[in-house]
């Protein structure tokens, strides 16, 4: 069985013309790290697609999966645990 293709590269795009070169959901102009700060922010997908009503769920799932692989990908160095 072949590997699928991760739903984020359908998703999302990186285009040095739109938003200065971030990476925006695929069709539009919004940002993944907004869609990504609401998420942390605890508002719900519904309310995320009320207030984008462009975006779709699989674009919000492609925003998570494109972090998720970022994470894998990049270490971002924490201060230690004290305590």
Same mark, same amino acid.
């Given at each position: 069985?072949? @590997? *699928? *293709?991760?739903?984020? =590269?359908? $998703?999302?795009?990186? /285009? #040095?013309?739109?938003?200065?070169? +971030?990476?925006?959901? $695929?069709?539009?102009?919004? &940002?993944?790290?907004?869609? =990504? /700060?609401?998420? #942390?922010?605890?508002?719900?997908?519904?309310?995320?697609? @009320?207030?984008? &009503?462009? =975006? !779709? !769920?699989? /674009?919000? $799932?492609?925003?998570?999966?494109?972090?998720?692989?970022? #994470? +894998?990908? +990049?270490?971002? &160095?924490?201060?230690? #645990?004290?305590?």
């Amino acid at each position: 069985m072949a @590997k *699928q *293709q991760p739903t984020y =590269l359908d $998703r999302i795009t990186v /285009d #040095a013309a739109i938003c200065h070169g +971030r990476a925006v959901i $695929r069709g539009t102009r919004i &940002p993944v790290s907004v869609v =990504l /700060d609401n998420l #942390a922010a605890g508002v719900g997908e519904d309310e995320i697609l @009320k207030s984008y &009503p462009s =975006l !779709t !769920t699989e /674009d919000i $799932r492609g925003a998570v999966e494109y972090a998720a692989e970022l #994470a +894998r990908e +990049r270490i971002v &160095p924490l201060s230690p #645990a004290t305590g």
